[in-house]
């Protein structure tokens, strides 16, 4: 009986120290653990070096920029560029005064990359979604096919647009023989390089170069798709191009604005093609922005203007982007309404 009272006993007053441990553990005085702080400090001491790097290969960079572009700074300020005299808004003037020389040189080159990057960008994202949509059936050789699809992405920029200069020589170049002797398409060889065929040339390479990166992003989009979906339309008499227009269409929406503006960006800021296609002084009618400002800063030797142009084509952008997500981001909401 006595160790009945005693196990009763133990067994009545054993849910008091866990009670009492509750109590203390809900003490609101506690600060927090060491331990926790720690790991709620790792993941930005992990980022501080990628903000470090960012900071001094663009941010200081774009702000150096910014302060040349209300400096007269020409060549013979370049040993000491911080001794360059203020020209306050002078370097801006000059820039969109359209009816003098340098604006009106600047607007024709902005006007040609508008049209370039509307073009290629369209057509990246058409060729790309054709072929994405195409492998997503079985078949045999399917994976080679995508292998060979993503070549152009892969190459090094520099080798595949110098690859594509030889093939536009005038004399012995693919493109030439194939359209001039082989096919008989043309009167005589053309001229690719100068002149207005120049910027078709100029968006071939641009197209042939972006379009894998398109079907990349679009084929990944594609996986997420139920094929439940497909296989209910096909049972209610929907065709292919039904198919895609109320399932594959709508379900790519997300990933298709934000390829589109990523194409955009890329496309309208390339530097690299049009300099390797043309080296450093483009064709009147590849005269592409940012090969414009690269002329204006480092062949006639005025970095203020250059300068001053950079920080305008960064105000557009950052205005066509603003309005671009805006205007996605109300598409989005209104969808799902």
């Not at 060729?127 to 892969?154: C, K, S």
């Not at 997420?224 to 339309?233: F, M």
């Not at 530097?271 to 390797?276: A, H, I, L, Q």
């Amino acid at each position: 009986m006595t160790t009945t009272a005693h196990e009763q006993a133990g067994t009545t007053a054993a849910p008091r120290g866990p009670a009492g441990g509750a109590a203390a553990t809900r003490n609101p005085r506690r600060g927090p653990r060491p331990g926790r702080l720690r790991r709620a400090g790792l993941p930005y001491l992990l980022l501080l070096p990628a903000l470090i790097l960012e900071l001094l290969v663009h941010l200081v960079p774009m702000v150096i920029g910014a302060v040349m572009s209300f400096k007269e700074l020409t060549q013979f300020y370049i040993r000491d560029w911080g001794s360059a005299p203020w020209s306050g808004l002078g370097n801006y003037r000059v820039s969109v005064d359209f009816h003098a020389p340098v604006g009106e040189a600047l607007l024709h080159s902005f006007l040609v990359t508008v049209g370039f990057t509307l073009l290629s960008v369209g057509l990246c994202w058409l060729i790309g979604t054709a072929a994405a949509v195409f492998m997503q059936d079985t078949f045999r050789g399917r994976g080679l096919l995508r292998a060979l699809f993503l070549v152009p992405y892969a190459l090094p920029v520099y080798a595949a647009v110098i690859t594509w200069v030889f093939m536009f020589q005038h004399d012995n170049g693919l493109v030439n023989h194939v359209l001039h002797d082989q096919l008989h398409l043309t009167d005589k060889r053309s001229f690719w390089l100068i002149g207005d065929n120049s910027f078709y040339a100029l968006l071939t390479v641009s197209v042939w170069k972006g379009w894998p990166f398109a079907f990349l992003i679009v084929m990944a989009g594609l996986q997420n798709i139920p094929r439940e979906l497909y296989e209910a339309a096909a049972l209610d008499g929907a065709g292919m191009w039904q198919q895609i227009r109320r399932i594959t269409l709508p379900s790519l929406r997300p990933v298709n604005q934000v390829l589109v503006l990523v194409l955009f960006l890329w496309t309208f800021n390339d530097f690299n093609t049009p300099y390797v296609l043309f080296g450093r002084a483009a064709p009147e009618a590849a005269d592409l922005i940012s090969v414009h400002i690269y002329q204006a800063s480092f062949v006639t030797w005025n970095f203020g203007t250059g300068s001053a142009m950079s920080v305008l084509l960064l105000l557009f952008l950052l205005l066509v982007t603003g309005v671009y997500l805006a205007l996605t981001s109300r598409g989005r909401r209104t969808g799902d309404v």
